[in-house]
T-cell receptor, first 121, second 109 residues
Framework: GAVVSQHPSRVICKSGTSVKIECRSL??????MFWYRQFPKKSLMLMAT?????????EQGVEKDKFLINHASLTLSTLTVTSAHPEDSSFYIC?????????????????FGNGTRLTVT | GQQLNQSPQSMFIQEGEDVSMNCTSS?????WLWYKQDPGEGPVLLIA?????ELTSNGRLTAQFGITRKDSFLNISASIPSDVGIYFC?????????FGTGTSLTVIP
């Protein structure tokens, strides 16, 4: 089955530093990947849609200069949390859907990475 | 973004009992997905539904895509302790997936 790998699983950083999270589709190509943030006991909150070869689309209220997304290849998207602050501490999850370029997004399911627990001290 | 209404919010059941949860939306969806999430991990796909009226099973799990395309349910039969976790529904419409608020399941041995 389709596998999405996310790294690191946990990271602790000091306030003011930047952290990069990687999301890889291991056995399929993903022209689109999604980045979510999840608060304890809450549902997934979509932050941005990562598009291979073009700029990411950010949801309302998500600062694009703070959460930098790069989708440079068909199997890798990265989320960089810049100048992290304690309020950025959260569980970040990526997802991808195996589909051919131009194929309707909803015709194949979303597969999720294992998430990254970010703690900013 | 849009959220799906998922119920119940939480369930406490005895091992061996059946479980039923559902999701409803005011919008029509083209795809319904059901996921299970364990603490500290990403959601794992359980069942994917692509056609209105579709009924699909995965072991002790059964899910249906509602005829109106605005709802879906997930049933778990003969629950076991490892069924504990949070279950999310997800629906696809337009170019987006939308997620339910989750059902927290506790199975008492």
């Amino acid at each position: 089955g389709a596998v999405v790998s996310q790294h690191p699983s946990r990271v602790i950083c000091k306030s003011g530093t930047s952290v990069k999270i990687e999301c890889r589709s291991l056995d399929f190509q993903a022209t689109t990947m999604f980045w979510y943030r999840q608060f304890p006991k809450k549902s997934l909150m979509l932050m941005a849609t990562s598009n291979e070869g073009s700029k990411a689309t950010y949801e309302q209220g998500v600062e694009k200069d703070k959460f930098l997304i790069n989708h440079a290849s068909l199997t890798l998207s990265t989320l960089t949390v810049t100048s992290a602050h304690p309020e950025d501490s959260s569980f970040y999850i990526c997802s991808a859907s195996p589909r051919a370029r131009g194929q309707v997004l909803g015709n194949s399911p979303l597969h999720f990475g294992n998430g990254t627990r970010l703690t900013v001290t | 973004g849009q959220q799906l209404n998922q119920s119940p919010q939480s369930m406490f059941i005895q091992e061996g009992e059946d479980v039923s949860m559902n999701c409803t939306s005011s919008s029509i969806f083209n795809t319904w997905l059901w996921y299970k999430q364990d603490p500290g991990e990403g959601p794992v796909l359980l069942i994917a539904l692509y056609k209105a009226g579709e009924l699909t099973s995965n072991g002790r799990l059964t899910a249906q895509f509602g005829i109106t395309r605005k709802d879906s349910f997930l049933n778990i039969s003969a629950s076991i302790p490892s069924d504990v976790g949070i279950y999310f529904c997800a629906g696809h419409t337009g170019n987006q997936f939308y997620f339910g608020t989750g059902t927290s399941l506790t199975v008492i041995p």
